[in-house]
């Protein structure tokens, strides 16, 4: 069966960086984009960004253009999402999601990891 | 790219039908018919609910619909039921090559 296993929850200072796993089981790895998707505490959710890792095309969001990379490595099946320069409101749950590279839909989700960023 | 805009909280008896409510512009929910919604559970990761504006993935109960009108997208909850009480949010897919997601709505049982 499709499972997304997601690193554990992290405590960062501001200003430190975060590097968020994302492990893939149970369908083609390169079929399939990875998507990152971010939910603060209380709020809603928020798309940060897709990676196809047949080819390691990239799209982000915006607002954290200079600020995250995101990358795959096809041999373990991992997707990774780094995070940097880290402020308080970037605390939140992130998701990484699947997306069929022909479809615009994210049909299995990880599990979440809590990043917390406090002094 | 600004959310799409959803009622913050609906709120129906067992039984009954909702219908929760997507805006977005002609540069996302409008020109595209690539609107998804998920059902989000306390502490839980979303999970899909429909797809393309109205396709159900396999699994899901045909009590949950889809549709769109214009710049707006529906999700429609019939015969509803206690484990519907969730967070739903709806999601499109953009002229700018992103997606952008809704603000959420808190769907209670009564």
Same mark, same amino acid.
């Given at each position: 069966? @499709?499972?997304l296993v997601q690193?554990?929850?992290?405590? +960062?200072?501001?200003?430190?960086?975060?590097?968020?796993?994302?492990?893939?089981?149970?369908?083609?790895?390169?079929?399939?984009?990875?998507?990152?998707?971010?939910?603060?505490?209380?709020?809603?959710?928020?798309?940060?960004?897709?990676?196809n890792p047949y080819?390691?095309?990239?799209?982000?969001?915006?607002?954290?253009?200079?600020?995250?990379?995101?990358?795959?490595?096809?041999?373990?099946?991992?997707?990774?999402?780094?995070?940097?320069?880290?402020?308080?409101?970037?605390?939140?749950?992130?998701?990484?999601? +699947?997306?069929?590279?022909?479809?615009?839909?994210?049909?299995?989700?990880?599990?979440?990891?809590?990043?917390? @960023?406090?002094? | 790219?600004?959310?799409?805009?959803?009622?913050?909280?609906?709120?129906?008896?067992?039984?009954?039908?909702?219908t929760i409510s997507?805006?977005?512009?002609?540069?996302?929910?409008?020109?595209?018919?690539?609107?998804?919604?998920?059902?989000?559970?306390?502490?839980?990761?979303? +999970?899909?609910?429909?797809?393309?504006?109205?396709?159900?993935?396999?699994? @899901?109960?045909?009590?949950?619909?889809?549709? +769109?009108?214009?710049?707006?997208?529906?999700?429609?909850?019939?015969?509803?039921?206690?484990?519907?009480?969730?967070?739903?949010?709806?999601?499109?897919?953009?002229?700018?090559?992103?997606?952008?997601?809704?603000?959420?709505?808190?769907?209670?049982?009564?």
């Amino acid at each position: 069966q @499709v499972q997304l296993v997601q690193s554990g929850a992290e405590v +960062k200072k501001p200003g430190a960086s975060v590097k968020v796993s994302c492990k893939a089981s149970g369908y083609t790895f390169t079929n399939y984009g990875i998507n990152w998707v971010r939910q603060a505490p209380g709020q809603g959710l928020e798309w940060m960004g897709w990676i196809n890792p047949y080819n390691g095309n990239r799209n982000y969001a915006q607002n954290l253009q200079g600020r995250v990379t995101m990358t795959t490595d096809t041999s373990t099946r991992i997707a990774y999402m780094e995070l940097r320069s880290l402020r308080s409101d970037d605390t939140a749950v992130y998701y990484c999601a +699947k997306q069929w590279l022909s479809g615009y839909y994210f049909d299995y989700w990880g599990q979440g990891t809590l990043v917390t @960023v406090s002094s | 790219q600004s959310a799409l805009t959803q009622p913050a909280s609906v709120s129906g008896s067992p039984g009954q039908s909702i219908t929760i409510s997507c805006t977005g512009t002609s540069s996302d929910v409008g020109v595209y018919n690539y609107v998804s919604w998920f059902q989000q559970h306390p502490g839980k990761a979303p +999970k899909l609910m429909i797809y393309d504006v109205s396709n159900r993935p396999s699994g @899901v109960s045909n009590r949950f619909s889809g549709s +769109k009108s214009g710049n707006t997208a529906s999700l429609t909850i019939s015969g509803l039921q206690a484990e519907d009480e969730a967070d739903y949010y709806c999601s499109s897919y953009t002229s700018s090559s992103i997606w952008v997601f809704g603000g959420g709505t808190k769907l209670t049982v009564l």
